[in-house]
């Protein structure tokens, strides 16, 4: 279902999926608030993720950055810096791989050591599994580590560096209570930066500003 790199969860689509899919999955969220919230997974990485947080500072945007863990132990003055300029970090479990593949006591045991691991830089509330795949029995681990599933509603794969396609496409699909997932971590997405750079341009030039994923469930609970 990939074009062009690029995997489109449209709105009516995520919200058909949420009427059958377990509510400790968010999709997108229902707000009036012209805000979309914007993730990065699979960071952090010297090769992406210093130019990635120089773009978020230029247009004063808020984002959550879903991180491996093995990563967080190799770049922990990345984490810091994440946190410090005002972005929220979630959980992406250990390695980039297919979480779904992984035996039910693996999964456990690395979803609470990568969250061990980032609480150390600040609260964890979200994760996302890698590849987006999960099962119920994943969900109510989860849940007992007081962890709700993000997937998202629209998922690029910015696999090519400084693919203009990504955003244009992105930027015609975003409205408010969308949320966008973007990747980073390795040098193969070094244009993310650029593409998050035309991206929250266009979007800033319609009026919608990106938010962290818990800015975007506590705008839809805003009378």
Known sequence: MATDGFLRWREPVARALSRVIPG??????????????????????PGTTPE??????????????????????AYGDLVEQIVADGHEIANHLMRDERSV????????RDLAEVSRRLEAYGPVRWFRP????????????????????????LVADNTRPGDA????DLAASIRPGTIVVLHEGTTHRRGVAATTDELLSTLAARGLTTVTV????????RP
């Open 24 to 45: 400790d999955v968010l999709w997108f969220v229902d707000t009036a608030a012209p805000v979309f919230a914007l993730t990065f997974d699979d960071g952090p990485h």
């Open 52 to 73: 990635l947080l120089e773009v978020l500072r230029r247009h004063r945007a808020k984002a959550t950055f879903f991180l491996i863990g093995e990563r967080v132990t």
């Open 101 to 108: 593949r992984l035996p039910d006591d693996r999964f456990r």
């Open 130 to 153: 890698g590849s987006g795949f999960f099962t119920p029995r994943m969900l109510r681990s989860a849940a007992d580590h007081g962890l709700r599933a993000v997937l998202g509603t």
């Open 165 to 168: 396609a990504i955003a244009g």
């Open 214 to 221: 818990t800015g975007l469930v506590e705008s839809g609970r």
